[in-house]
């Protein structure tokens, strides 16, 4: 059985910085595509960033140049580093594992972007 947990969210001020992180536990991290989605109050859950087994990374266009997706297959972890951040990247943060249709959820961590 998989299990997600992530942390790092917090309160921060527009054009600040925040890195997320997803510890993994279960067999074979090295294998699973992990995605880090986002839901803002009221709004539909969006897919932030990607990374796959190759660590190739995809982003959704509101990010890009501003959001890093990693993964440290010895610690089985996967990363969102957010930097630039702006009042709409206000949001629950979860992370996601997925593999041939399994897929897991984290519980969610809370990003606020204000003054």
């Known amino acids: 059985q998989v299990q997600l947990v992530e942390s790092g969210g917090g309160l921060v001020q527009p054009g600040g910085s925040l890195r997320l992180s997803c510890a993994f536990s279960g067999s074979r991290f090295n294998i699973y595509h992990m995605n880090w989605y986002r839901q803002a109050a009221e709004k539909q859950r969006e897919l932030v960033a990607a990374?796959?087994?190759?660590?190739?990374?995809n982003y959704v266009d509101s990010v890009k140049g501003r959001f890093t997706i990693s993964r440290d297959n010895a610690k089985l972890t996967v990363y969102l580093q957010m930097n630039n951040l702006k009042p709409e990247d206000t949001a629950v943060y979860y992370c996601?594992?997925?593999?041939?249709?399994?897929?897991?959820w984290g519980q969610g961590t809370q990003v606020t972007v204000s003054s």
């Open positions: 996601n594992a997925n593999w041939i249709g399994m897929t897991y």
């Open positions: 990374i796959t087994p190759g660590r190739n990374t």
